[in-house]
């Protein structure tokens, strides 16, 4: 799976297919509106 993310760093359906699991996604915020709580360079840089 580790390759899978290299080679399509723009999206993760590759790497779902490979693990056999399903993406999640959520419209609860977006990279201008996160939450207080998420507002860290580290955690905004895996999520976004």
């Not at 390759?3 to 779902?16: D, G, P, W």
């Not at 509106?33 to 840089?45: D, G, H, I, Y």
């Amino acid at each position: 799976m580790a390759n899978k993310a290299f080679e399509n760093n723009s999206s993760l359906e590759e790497v779902a297919k490979a693990g056999n699991v399903e993406l999640q996604k959520t419209d609860l915020f977006t990279r201008e509106n996160v939450p207080t709580a998420l507002q860290n360079e580290k955690v905004l840089k895996v999520l976004f």
